[in-house]
């Protein structure tokens, strides 16, 4: 093992950089000077003090031209190659000085390309969060979902698998090392005994669900096939729960908790990188076994799937054996497995959902704005060059060759490059940081998640890429110039460095005018959405969840008479005006339940919704016919959609009929009214059937929320909604406490966030092209200056000179502009899905951003053109 070096001695391998071109009767003299100081230094201010010290002194002992306490040194010896490069300190010292001579360039460069850099480190770093990121499972690769695979008018769906489908897909499959179900609706229990009550989101999973991840436990072990045989139940908690409620306690294992009021033996705590893929808002997991009359359940589909692939085999070869197990169902079960098949992807091809393409576009928005950067700082080289013209002629006129020249100006370029990296990190943490409190509870984790160094690897390689797209060519036109530049003197400027920044205020124009197009039709589309009528009213309704644990309310009667006195208690609430209780709120969750009409074969597909009386006037939603629920009912009875009744019935009422519930053969339930549709998952969807059955009765989808409609401010009652139902039960939880408002608006959170990103990236998109369109302009002024001092001074009129002059400017807009519109009408059919009730090639829209952008380039122009109109011709001859 290696010895350790003592506190008072210096770094090795410092000592032995001091040393590489010492002399040999020197190297003892010096190396004993340098470490005395040392030792001084570490005694006075710090061993890290003297090391920074130390290291210093000598890189100047090593490379320095002049090293102090030295005498002469003996060269270094090295290749001759490696001798004739050029300096690159010295040339990074140089650019830094430059940069301080010229401080307006400096933060105009670094600040363009900051914006440039800051946007993609931004939408990357969350990207890398929620899609990009390895799964933290061993060989994740190998991970994947299976679903049932079924067309439906013309379209691939998939959905969530039977129990009877999984026991047999289980037994008849041979492509998995580990086959595993999970619950897959929403399943909560609450939590006594350890302070307030709480209410846990649990996933109830079977004894090979930990196996399929292989993801060892922070504490304790996962659930197996022997726990079905303990007289406890066992539990394993997430690492958030464990530490939030135990205080990470790790003697947690084997203490036993009340969940719902029954007990639980913890046997182990998983760590919080479980839940990226396994499901991040699950507090704890259950042991689950599928019963032999659930396993005869061939049309209830609520189970979640994954599996673990063997080695060596491939998803296709997955696919097509989970798809013979699926023909197998349905030649065996044809009335509920017809026309159903099964299909298997990797589970990291599911990450971030329909935030995959969301990214696509936020990255394409983001790439042309630093493509824009990068051409309006390529305009300011080009510029800059000009203006340095004599400096290069010089200096080429004293032998500096054209590739040193061109080093020089790269090596500028990359210091600006990594200033404007740095400043763009700094942008884009304080930007996600700001965003984390207004995102979407889907992407909160990865705008909260720290700086980390794949987004730093991105800004770097972001700051090469930039030296590529804004350097070479100015650093080649400027290190062309050779020794004309100490003679060359010109009127009218260089004409191939003008057509030069024309093509580039052409090429960012033409990007800013397709990136404002897609902004303005997806703002567009937003307000439509926004705008939508739902078929409810959830403004001044507030919703919470009760539990019921089967220990203390272990029947219908005994639930019934909870929602009576919490009802009561919230009615004499002041500003209460209706309350009602349902088993799914809108915009919350959504399963889906068939239904076939009495004396058909068709099953129609419905969300099942099971309601308290007065819940329609409590949502205000419409009767269209027939009646609404009583508090009286003897039987069974349902209302139904206006889209379900004409599915199963077509324009014939719907009163008065009868349907069985889940298959032909099953209970037979009484229509009595028909109301209006309203939608329930998104505001972007359309209307899905919906069968309303009545809370007065016992039914399979009991009610577990509350609504409560009020004519105050919803967030103002809830301290006395949480008061209220606690004085009829004191263990009883309110969770999910919220505005059905923000129920609605979480449907479009995610929009909403991702076009605001959008919306932002156009408006800095908008930002650089005014700033490229006036340097253009200002461009052409000053370098015809002379030109339009000589015809003012021959007799021709301000403004036709000016117009003259600007041609060429006037004739750059036009083109950016027209070929903006044409790349944005090509590209268009990219934001199809991304559009509501807009068509993307929607003519108002095109024309509004052309005359936008038109405008501000006539802003851009009026300044420097008015600047122009006011030459002196005799000042300006005076100095030709």
Known sequence: MKDRVADDEPPRWATRVAGLRLPADRRE???????????????????????????RQAWRTAFGRHPRLLGPLTPLVLPRRLLAMPPLMHDIRYALRGLRRQPGFAVAAVLTLALGIGANAAVFRVAWQVILRPLPYPKADRLVRVWVDYRRGGRELTNVVAPGNFVDWQRDTHAFAAFAAYNGLRYTMDLIGTGDPA????????????AVFGMAPLVGRTLGAADAHLDVSPAVL???????RFGGDPHVVGRTIQLSGDPYTVVGVMPAAFGVAAGSTIDAWLGMAILPAEAANHGGHYLGIVARLKPGVTVDQAIADVRAAARRDSLLFPDSNKDTSATVVTLDAERGGTLRSAFVLLAGAAGFVLLIACANLASLQLARGLARAREFGIRAALGASRTRLMVQLLVESAVIAALGAAVGVALSSGSVGVLGHVAPQSLRASTAAGLDRATLACAAGLALLSVVLFAIAPAWRAASGGGRWTTQRAVTGDRR?????????????ALAVMLLVSATLLVTSLSRVMRVDPGFDPSGVL??????????????DARRQLFDHVFRELTAIPGVTAVCGINAIP?????????????QTVQVGAYPRTVTPGCFDTLRVRLLAGRLFTDHESTRVGIVTARFAHIAWGDASPVGRRVHLGLANGDLIEIVGEVNDSLQTSLEAQAYPQFYETASTPSAFRPTSVLVRTALPPASLFSAVRAAVRRVDGDQTVARLR????????????????LGLFAGFAIIALLLSAVGIYGLFA???????PEIGIRMALGARPATVVGLILRRAWIAVGLGLTIGLVGAYTTSGLLRRFTFQLSPTDPRVYVAVATTLGTLAIIAAWIPSRRAARVDPVAVLRNV
């Open 29 to 55: 003299f010096v190396l004993g000077d340098l470490d005395e100081e040392f030792k001084d230094r570490s005694t006075a201010r710090g061993r890290r003090d003297a090391t920074r010290w130390y290291w």
């Open 199 to 210: 209410q846990l989101d649990v996933r109830t999973v079977t004894a090979d669900y930990f």
């Open 238 to 244: 997430s690492e958030g729960l464990w530490r939030q």
């Open 497 to 509: 460095m003008a057509g030069a920044r024309t093509v580039l205020v052409i090429g960012q124009l």
């Open 543 to 556: 919703t919470f969840d009760l539990s019921m644990p089967g220990t203390r309310y272990p029947d219908f």
């Open 587 to 599: 915009f919350d969750q959504a399963f889906n339940m068939t239904y076939v009409p009495e004396g």
């Open 739 to 754: 505005s059905l408002d923000t129920v609605v608006g979480s449907s479009v959170a995610e929009r909403q966030f991702d």
């Open 779 to 785: 461009h052409v002024v000053a370098q015809r200056r």
